[in-house]
Structure formats: structure tokens, C-alpha cells
């Protein structure tokens, strides 16, 4: 037990966990898993779904639990010791795994389990069963399942190599500017900037390619120079076209070799691509019906975005002297255009956005609609910025999560939501276990003791996750593979999160998570409405943007070629939905995490699809609101009982129509966008 790793008697002891810890526990958790999988496979043991629980399931779940703290500190405390000792460990992990899914001798007791012995929760998560066995293998014999193993464990080598690339590369770079190269960034980034090059002991202003800092000086800086270089390198990162030694982190060949085994996988069970393996277990019928949806999409916008850049272009020659505007300027002219048109910057919005400001308004908002408190509470960090808090109803613990706010050096970029413990009726103890979830941000810090500022941007994030936290942590379901967010479709997984985006937007919500950070006084309401207006500001060109994404992703894992058609296939995508092109060493897709190593192969599109389901459950919030704008309490029981509570124990499309009474329509979104 002195190994944290093995240690599951509390909180995973993160303040304890060294890379040295890796190994051995991976070793002991195999050894136990394998145990555990050779007594349920036995010829004696018995058809029984909770018999096969209590043996196997609670194997592996503590190899899970401990195996995702390992992969949770890559991502968010990467360090080289940490890196060597996850990657020496991948290999065998996934192994297991895969083994596991592609047990004939498992399948077959599987097989045998009388589904009529079950409760519908069990019912569902057997049916689940069932399907992904034959996803993963379990009926292919001899040298076809050998090499169906072999891929999966390559796969994932090559997933975390292209996480690794995509983060060193954007560690990697540094500029050093000038005084005279600041002119228009916004003070609080000027700072950063500074402190961060004294850290160093550098003169200057130290710019780096992490969120906090490209952005500003995308949209704010007068310096044109100062943006191209910017630009360049962050739409170069992790490729060919990186200067100089950066290129030592070009993901060109582990895209290449990811997509040529994704064919070859599909191809061994039985599918002409992998889009039509990645969409076996979600809403979406086909990789036609998805991509007809995607340029469906495509048509209704395009009028508006072609509108967006005219009035870009026009305003660029008028106002900025621009007659031939690059890439590297269209950040700059938007956000110019915003403030002309509608009298505000996303600067003077961001000064009411405190951190703990937003943080007690977003609390107070879930507290009252979905009737449960939130409290801090204590558990072991893995840095000294993380927090963690507890949710209860009636007094009784419904779940916690950690909450990580911050960009730092080490931690990958974006947003995410992940389970670090998922809700069970634990089939071993008897004890119903309280779901966990992680919550990741990269937000600018505080400088000079000032709290760290966030972007409205920032806020819609921040909800968006914890929208996907409230769907893990919120669930009523015991049975754990269709509990919180298992078991859902993964095209319908992003309802919660973007249903949550919307009271971004209601002034009842806003005017109490604002507090400006020199008076304290709220957003005043003039800034709210203007807000309010330039809400779908460039609504057509930011589809098209999200279209263009999804698209490329779908045909990419539906050609016959993908790995050689890749920079032709993203051109031909570029001509056929953006409206402005970028320039031909833009390699986006070289970052493209999402599709390469985070899970959305063939699958970025349930965006814009959950994007359709969220916008008609929210209406139903907009239907129900009182005089004063508040949304109703009755509705957000009704939301929580029929979708968050339900989890992964029902097809999310009945989920949908329990709570809707209907199908979706696509009707609330366009008009959210203004495009209706």
C-alpha cells in the first residue's frame, strides 16, 4: 500500500504520485486484472452478469481509476520523467484492453447471459456489451486478430506522440518583444508578458502560442509584424512547416500512419471506412446522412459569413488603411469592426469578469435550477492552483470534482472534461460510489494580485464544461458502463455542455458573476445589450469555420486513401466551405487533437448535431422563464430527470423526447445565430 497508485482507500493521493510509482502499480493492476479475466473466463464460472462484476469489473476498474490519474498528470503536469514512465507503461495498458474487448472466451459468457435476468439499466449496458465486443474484435480468428491488437496498441503510441508533438511544439516557441512592438494589447497581457520574460531574467515581453497570450495579440495588436510572427508559427506548429528546428516535431507520418490503420482496422471488421465504424455507437445513421447534414449547414450560413467578410473588407480599406487584408490581420479587423459597430472591446467586457465572480455566479445558477449545493471541499492536488469542490442535495454527497483553471507550461491547451471516478452500486461492497470528475481550463492568471480576468469567451467555456461535468456528476443510473456520460452516444455527449453555453447570455444569470476588478460595480446593462447584440457577430463565418472542421474529418475517414489525400482533401474542403482561405503553409490539421488523439475521429461533427439538440432544450427554458427572466425551476428538474439523471441507460434520442415531448429541430439554432 505504500504505492499511491494502489492506494484506493479515499482520494487518489495525487500530492503523493511520482513517475517511479508508474510501473510497478501498472504491474500489480495487470497482474490482477489478468487474474480476475482468467476466473470469469473459466469453464465452471457461471453466465452471470453480477458474478462477472464482482470479479472483473472490480478489477478493472481500480486498473482504470489508477491508469487515468497517470494519463490526468500528462496532461495537465506533463514532465520528461512522467512521459517516460507513461510511455513505457501505454503499451502494456492497451494490450490489456484490447485483449479484454476482443475475449472470445468473454464474449461467450456475455453471450450467454439471459438478458431477461437483467434490470434495464444492466439490459442496456449488456446490450452495449454485445456491440462493442464485435467492435473490438472479439469475432475476429487467427492472424486477423493479431493484427487487430497490433493496431490498437500502435494507435495508441501514436495518439499520445501526436499529443506530445502538439505541446511541445507549442512549449517550444518563445518572442521576446519590444516596447515599441506593444501598441494596443490590452494591459493585463502586457504584464504577463513582462513578469514572464523577468522569470527568465530576459528583457522584454515574453510571447508564447498558449491561449491567453496568442489571442490578444491576434486580435489587439497594432503591430502587424508582431502578428505575422505569431501567426506563422502557431498555424505551423508540429509540421513541416515550422521554422527551423521546430520541425523535429512535425506530426506529418503519425497523422499518415494513424489513418492508415484506422482503414486497416475498419477493413478487418468488416467496414468499407472507419467513419462507418466510428458511427456504429451514435445518433448519426451514416457517414452520408452526416456529411448531407454538414453541407445542409454549410448552405444556410454561407449567405451570412459571404456578408461577414464583405463587411470586413469594407471596413478594413475604410477604417484601417488594409486594401488586401492577410490572415494574420482578419483576428485584428474583426475585433476593430466589433467595437466600431457596437461601441465596446472584448477588453472593457473581460474587466467585470473576476474568476471568483464568475465561479459564484455559475454555482449559484446550477444551484438553483438543478436544487443541489456546492461546496469546497479537500482532496490532494496535483498543483497548488487546483480546486475541489463537493455537490449535495438534502445534505447527502451526489459527487465532486476538481477544478483547474490556469495555463501553465506542462498542461495540453483547451478545455476538457474527464471522469475520475463514475458513479456505481459497487457490485463488491454493496456501497454506491459517488462519481468524480475533472475540470480543465487554460485561463490567464491573476497579475499584481489582481484576480485572473476572464474573456466572456473564457465563461462560455467554463459553463461548457460544466455542463459536461453536471451530466457525469448529476446521474441517477448505478450500473457504471451507462452511468453520468458512459454509454452515450458520443454525438449526443455534447448537449449538456453546450445547453449550459446559453445562460451566458441571460442578463437574470450574468449581472451576478460580474464584479469590475478596480470598482466592483456589475456589467452595467448599456454593455450587456450591446453585448446581446454583437452575440452573432460573424454567426455565419463561425459555422462555416466549425462545418469545415467536421466536413474535412468525416471524408477524411471515409476515403479509401486518407493518409495520401490529406493536405489535398483539406484544400479541397478549404474551397469548398470557408470564405476565406488561408494561406498554403497553414498545416491546422497538424494540431487537430480532437480527431488525432482525443477521441472525435469521424466524430467532430457531433458538435454542430448536439448543437441542434441543445438550442431545442434550451427553448424549452426560454418558453418557461418568468416576467423577471429567471429560468424556471420546474423546467430544470424536468431537463435534470429526463437527460442528466438519465445518463447513458437510454438511447439519447428518448432522452431527448422525454424531456421535449418530440424530435429535435433545427429551428432554436439558427435562430440562437441569427440565421433563421
Same mark, same amino acid.
Given at each position: ?11 487518489? *493521493?495525487? %500530492?503523493?504520485?511520482?513517475? @517511479?510509482? +508508474?510501473?510497478?502499480?501498472?504491474? $500489480?493492476? /495487470?497482474? =490482477?486484472?489478468? &487474474? #480476475? ?8 464460472? *457461471?453466465? %452471470?452478469?453480477?458474478?462477472? @462484476?464482482? +470479479?472483473?469489473?472490480?478489477?478493472? $476498474?481500480? /486498473?482504470? =481509476?489508477?491508469? &487515468? #490519474? ?30 479484454? &474487448? #476482443? ?574
Amino acid at each position: 500500500m505504500s504505492n499511491p497508485l494502489l492506494d484506493f482507500s479515499g482520494h487518489i *493521493p495525487f %500530492d503523493r504520485i511520482t513517475p @517511479a510509482d +508508474v510501473a510497478p502499480a501498472v504491474d $500489480e493492476l /495487470l497482474r =490482477r486484472a489478468e &487474474g #480476475a479475466l482468467a476466473t470469469v473466463t473459466a469453464p465452471d464460472f *457461471p453466465a %452471470d452478469w453480477n458474478a462477472i @462484476a464482482r +470479479v472483473l469489473d472490480v478489477a478493472t $476498474e481500480e /486498473l482504470g =481509476r489508477s491508469w &487515468g #490519474a497517470v494519463s490526468h498528470l500528462s496532461s495537465v503536469a506533463d514532465t520528461p520523467e512522467l512521459r517516460a514512465a507513461y510511455n513505457e507503461a501505454l503499451p502494456r495498458v492497451t494490450e490489456f484492453w484490447t485483449r479484454l &474487448g #476482443a475475449s472470445e472466451q468473454l464474449y461467450a459468457k456475455y453471450k450467454a447471459i439471459d438478458p431477461a435476468t437483467l434490470n434495464a439499466e444492466q439490459q442496456r449496458a449488456h446490450a452495449n456489451a454485445m456491440r462493442n465486443f464485435v467492435l473490438s474484435g472479439a469475432e475476429l480468428q487467427g492472424a486477423d486478430k493479431e493484427r487487430f491488437a497490433a493496431i490498437q496498441e500502435r494507435m495508441a503510441e501514436l495518439a499520445q506522440k501526436f499529443s506530445e508533438n502538439a505541446l511541445d511544439a507549442t512549449d517550444a516557441f518563445a518572442y521576446y518583444a519590444r516596447e515599441d512592438e506593444l501598441e494596443g494589447l490590452p494591459a493585463d497581457v502586457v504584464q504577463a508578458a513582462r513578469a514572464a520574460a523577468q522569470a527568465e531574467g530576459q528583457n522584454g515581453y515574453k510571447f508564447t502560442l498558449k491561449m491567453p497570450c496568442y489571442l490578444p495579440v491576434m486580435q489587439f495588436a497594432v503591430n502587424r509584424a508582431l502578428r505575422e510572427r505569431l501567426y506563422r508559427a502557431y498555424v505551423t506548429r508540429a509540421s513541416d512547416q515550422a521554422d527551423g528546428d521546430a520541425t523535429r516535431f512535425d506530426n506529418s507520418a503519425v497523422m499518415a500512419e494513424i489513418l492508415q490503420l484506422r482503414q486497416e482496422e475498419a477493413r478487418l471488421l468488416g467496414y468499407a471506412s472507419f467513419g462507418e465504424v466510428s458511427l456504429v455507437p451514435k445518433m448519426a445513421d451514416s457517414p452520408q446522412q452526416v456529411i448531407d447534414f454538414l453541407r445542409d449547414l454549410a448552405r444556410r450560413a454561407r449567405p451570412y459569413a459571404e456578408q461577414d467578410v464583405a463587411d470586413l473588407r469594407a471596413f478594413a480599406a475604410e477604417h484601417l488603411q488594409l486594401a488586401d487584408p492577410q490572415p494574420w490581420d482578419w483576428p485584428f479587423i474583426s475585433e476593430r469592426l466589433k467595437e466600431a459597430r457596437y461601441a465596446f472591446s472584448e477588453q472593457e467586457v473581460k474587466e467585470y469578469f473576476t474568476a471568483p465572480k464568475v465561479l459564484a455566479g455559475l454555482f449559484k445558477i446550477v444551484e438553483t435550477l438543478f436544487e443541489v449545493e456546492i461546496r469546497r471541499d479537500q482532496a490532494p492536488v496535483w498543483n497548488p492552483a487546483v480546486e475541489f469542490y463537493r455537490l449535495e442535495r438534502g445534505g447527502q454527497l451526489i459527487g465532486q470534482f476538481y477544478l483547474d483553471m490556469p495555463a501553465r507550461a506542462g498542461k495540453r491547451g483547451g478545455a476538457w472534461m474527464d471522469d475520475a471516478l463514475t458513479r456505481w452500486l459497487r457490485p463488491d461492497t454493496g456501497q454506491l460510489q459517488t462519481p468524480i470528475a475533472y475540470l480543465v481550463c487554460n485561463f490567464a492568471s491573476g497579475v499584481k494580485g489582481k484576480p485572473p480576468l476572464l474573456t466572456h469567451d473564457d465563461v462560455i467555456t467554463l459553463f461548457h464544461e460544466f455542463g459536461h461535468g453536471l451530466h457525469h456528476l448529476l446521474t441517477q443510473v448505478s450500473e457504471r458502463d451507462v452511468s453520468g456520460i458512459g454509454g452515450v452516444e458520443w454525438d449526443a455527449v455534447e448537449l449538456p455542455s453546450q445547453f449550459m453555453e446559453n445562460f451566458c447570455w441571460e442578463w437574470g444569470v450574468l449581472r451576478h458573476m460580474t464584479a469590475h476588478v478596480d470598482s466592483g460595480e456589475p456589467l452595467p446593462r448599456a454593455l450587456y445589450d450591446k453585448m446581446l447584440e454583437a452575440r452573432n457577430f460573424q454567426a455565419g463565418m463561425q459555422t462555416l469555420r466549425q462545418v469545415e472542421f467536421a466536413l474535412f474529418d468525416m471524408l477524411l475517414h471515409t476515403d479509401a486513401q486518407p493518409a495520401e489525400q490529406l493536405p489535398m482533401l483539406l484544400q479541397a474542403v478549404r474551397e469548398e466551405i470557408a470564405v476565406l482561405q488561408p494561406p498554403a503553409f497553414s498545416r491546422s490539421a497538424h494540431t487537430f487533437s480532437h480527431i488525432f488523439a482525443g477521441g472525435y475521429a469521424a466524430g467532430y461533427y457531433s458538435y454542430k448535431w448536439a448543437e441542434v439538440l441543445s438550442a431545442d432544450a434550451y427553448a424549452a427554458f426560454e418558453e418557461t422563464a418568468g416576467d423577471d427572466g429567471q429560468p424556471s425551476v420546474e423546467t430544470g428538474r424536468r431537463y435534470r430527470q429526463a437527460i442528466l439523471e438519465a445518463g447513458g441507460s437510454r438511447p439519447a434520442m428518448e432522452s431527448f423526447k422525454a424531456f421535449r415531448g418530440r424530435e429535435p429541430s433545427i429551428d432554436a439554432l439558427l435562430r440562437h445565430q441569427g440565421m433563421a
